[in-house]
T-cell receptor
């Protein structure tokens, strides 16, 4: 399968712990996006990369959140000192140009 | 930034009924417009898109026309099937080469046999 993959698919953590999610985009897609989706809402933009450069960050991305794409391939999203409000589905998408292809998401539950 | 107003759900229709899901947007740029669909238990999938005014996107019997004058991109299908039951999201891009998407709240569609 050559779609966007995300790991883990589910993560349960306790408040205050750090978590890291990984996204593997479709090969040769130079743009990579992170979104967050809460129950009953549409996805909200968090950040995006063109190759290894992080070009835009949403105000939603507090200083507890950091994203990297070190070699312009896979990306990681880390949340430090998790809070219950961080519970959501975290979606990754990649794009050559134009339409975005979404991964299955990582569902985070903060207890 | 952009904003999207999408028809509130849930929407329940009988099989073979005509479907319209309204979507209007505000944008400072000249966005491309997308409809994404999320089937139960699955990820977001692109349903159709339009990149300039008066373009019509179509896929799987669904259609939507880019109306710049009314800033709308309404989704239509002439005869829905049970398998169309899903959540539908309208999403303009930022424009000016920025592909960041702004999603509506989604419209949950249920088709009953």
């Amino acid at each position: 399968d050559t779609g966007v993959s995300q790991n883990p698919r589910h993560k349960i953590t306790k408040r205050g712990q750090n978590v890291t999610f990984r996204c593997d985009p479709i090969s040769e897609h130079n743009r990579l996006y992170w979104y967050r989706q809460t129950l009953g809402q549409g996805p909200e933009f968090l950040t995006y990369f063109q190759n290894e450069a992080q070009l835009e960050k949403s105000r939603l991305l507090s200083d507890r959140f950091s994203a990297e794409r070190p070699k312009g391939s896979f990306s990681t999203l880390e949340i430090q000192r998790t809070e219950q409000g961080d519970s959501a589905m975290y979606l990754c998408a990649s794009s050559p140009t134009g339409e975005q292809f979404f991964g299955p998401g990582t569902r985070l539950t903060v207890l | 930034g952009n904003s999207v107003t999408q028809m509130e759900g849930p929407v329940t229709l009988s099989e073979e009924a005509f479907l319209t899901i309204n979507c209007t947007y505000t944008a400072t740029g000249y966005p491309s417009l997308f409809w994404y669909v999320q089937y139960p238990g699955e990820g977001l999938q692109l349903l159709l898109k339009a990149t300039k005014a008066d373009d019509k996107g179509s896929n799987k019997g669904f259609e939507a026309t880019y109306r710049k004058e009314t800033t709308s991109f309404h989704l239509e299908k002439g005869s829905v099937q049970v398998s169309d039951s899903a959540v539908y999201f309208c999403a303009p891009s930022e424009g000016f080469g920025n592909e960041k998407l702004t999603f509506g709240t989604g419209t949950r569609l249920t088709i009953i046999p």
